[in-house]
């Protein structure tokens, strides 16, 4: 068993659009997906279904194939934990409930950041709006702030801007209020969907991570898989998450977390192969389209 991902084509199942923090629309991903010869790409904007019509639409007219689902924000023990739902059902209330509250979460917890930004930065809420490409229809995050600093002339780029301020630990960072992630996974299992932990062992992200009892809880609540092949996993991660996956009988998947000109990751530099996707495709409550 080796943890390398060497697949050179795939399913890049972990993109982003601007319905999120992305900075291309759900067209525009797909049209990379298709420029890059991935054998299919996955939408998954942040706490949002929203740009699934219009990626449905340009999957069509472009023969790429698409799944659909989105990355959610929750908690485990104080680690913030994201989770990829994918082809589960929108019309499921359970889920449209757990979207709305992270949302409204989310809005409340952005607010909070600008005010804080205020006191040493001109800048104001109309000027992250002002960044949002989808209206209302989007995820605002901190990469929203991010733009506005850039904007504003602050710093040069995204990156600068969160490494200048809004990183966790800076001073104006807001912790994120989030679900449990067992409650993610059991909105998902609810909703016919398929839940896979993203980028599990991304040190960059929290100053601890899940240990192999908090994956075990999980794939015990009805986990599906682990995204090993991430940029964000170490070598020796993916060795252990690898382990932990055939261990747990979980699905092991890979994705490039693409955010367009966002952040460096390039959509397919990590990718699931066609098997995997099968089975992701034999248990969702939605098709893939082909």
């Known amino acids: 068993m080796t943890a390398r991902n060497e697949l050179t084509a795939g399913w890049d199942l972990h993109c982003h659009s601007a319905y999120s923090d992305g900075t291309e629309t759900p067209e525009g991903l797909i049209l990379e997906a298709r420029r890059r010869g991935l054998h299919g790409v996955g939408i998954t904007d942040h706490d949002t279904w929203e740009g699934w019509a219009e990626a449905e639409e340009a999957s069509r007219e472009y023969g790429v194939p698409l799944v659909r689902g989105t990355e959610i924000t ?20 359970v889920l449209r409930e757990l979207f709305e509250t992270t949302r409204v979460n989310r809005v409340r917890r952005m607010k909070k950041m600008v005010e804080n930004l205020s006191a040493d930065f001109p800048i104001t809420w109309d000027d992250v709006v002002s960044q949002v490409k989808e209206g209302e229809r989007t995820t605002i995050g901190r990469p929203h702030i991010a733009d506005a600093m850039v904007a504003l002339g602050f710093f040069p780029n995204r990156s600068a801007a969160f490494a200048g301020t809004i990183n966790k630990n800076g001073p104006y960072y807001v912790p994120i209020v989030s679900p449990s992630a067992e409650t993610v996974v059991k909105a998902v299992k609810h909703a016919g969907g398929v839940a896979i932990i993203a980028h599990p062992a991304a040190t960059s992200r929290n100053k601890r991570i899940l240990t192999d ?43 490039s977390d693409w955010h367009g000109d966002g952040k460096p990751n390039v959509m397919g530099e990590n990718v699931t192969d066609d098997a995997t996707v099968e089975m992701i495709a034999e248990r969702g409550a939605i098709d893939i389209l082909r």
Do not use: K, W
């Open 74 to 93: 929750a908690d485990v023990d104080g680690i913030c934990v994201h989770m990829l739902g994918l082809l589960y059902s929108p019309d499921d209330d």
């Open 213 to 255: 009892e908090h994956i075990a809880s999980l794939a015990e609540a009805g986990l599906d898989g682990l995204e090993v092949f991430h940029r964000d996993n170490s070598p020796e991660q993916r060795e252990r998450l690898l382990h932990l996956a055939s261990d747990l009988h979980l699905l092991a998947t890979g994705g």
